[in-house]
């Protein structure tokens, strides 16, 4: 089932952005300049791939708050705003919650309530199934109250333990059309049912380049992956090539910084 979106919204990096989490990686702070400048590379590969971009203006309260993706799930059927796990994100909800409802009416919106955290980043869409990290980010009760949300549009869903790494998706993405790339702990994991899967294991040295979006035609990747490139590429699909080094340095990558349907 391939995917046939029209819509995207980013949200401007931040001044503060040079202040962004980064419990993963040890790479030094983003340039603030060289940040901005790779964020308009990513919405031009968005509107490339045929994307009407909405780009939502910089929240300096808010260091990581280009990664919108971490604020809502946006399914065929309505969008699920998102409760934050990492509590100085926690209100980044809230303020995605009006450019949600410019797009969808008041019944398409649901809205994931305390105790419950979840984060975009930890939801993996596979067709009609989504497959959901448990996650320093998203706990049992944010996967109880989504899936409640999912099952109302008919959509069924299921919990994937992640262990070493930020988010689900920081292990991998599903490309459509059956193809699965998968790196780190999800190499040995029977985290999803493999056999519907073409699976593709990341070498270690490029994990990060696993993290990738498709976008009708395309595929969008960070730059300086030669092996997951080469891949994708075999699998048939035309690939935009970004910049992403700045976002990297605080936990983030491809699939964080928009939101698609």
Not at 16 to 37: L, Q
Not at 147 to 156: D, I, K, N, R, V
Request: proline share 5%; hydrophobic share 35%.
């Amino acid at each position: 089932m391939a995917s046939n979106f029209t819509h995207a919204i980013v949200r401007r990096p931040s001044h503060s952005v040079i202040d962004g989490i980064a419990d993963f990686t040890d790479k030094g702070k983003p340039i603030y300049e060289k940040a901005m400048e790779q964020h308009d590379q990513y919405v031009e590969a968005l509107k490339q791939a045929g994307l009407e971009v909405t780009v939502l203006p910089a929240l300096e309260d808010y260091p990581d708050s280009v990664f919108v993706e971490d604020t809502a799930v946006i399914t065929p059927k309505g969008a699920i705003s998102d409760r934050p796990g990492a509590p100085t994100r926690r209100e980044e909800a809230a303020l995605m919650l009006p450019t949600l409802h410019e797009f969808f009416d008041d019944d398409q919106i649901k809205v994931i309530t305390d105790p419950a955290t979840l984060e975009g980043g930890d939801v993996m869409m596979v067709d009609d199934h989504y497959y959901v990290g448990h996650s320093q980010r998203t706990n049992d009760e944010g996967f109880r109250q989504f899936s409640g949300f999912l099952a109302e549009w008919g959509y069924t869903a299921e919990q994937v333990p992640v262990e070493h790494i930020l988010h689900l998706k920081t292990g991998g993405t599903y490309v459509e059309d059956g193809n699965l790339l998968v790196c780190g702990e999800f190499k040995t994991k029977p985290a999803y049912h493999r056999g519907q899967f073409n699976l593709f294991e990341v070498p270690d040295e490029e994990a990060y380049g696993a993290d990738c979006v498709r976008i009708n035609d395309y595929v969008v990747m960070a730059k300086g992956y030669p092996r997951v490139k080469a891949q994708l590429q075999k699998w048939g699909y035309k690939i935009i090539e970004v910049e992403m080094t700045e976002f990297e340095k605080i936990d983030g990558s491809i699939t964080c910084l928009s939101l698609r349907w």
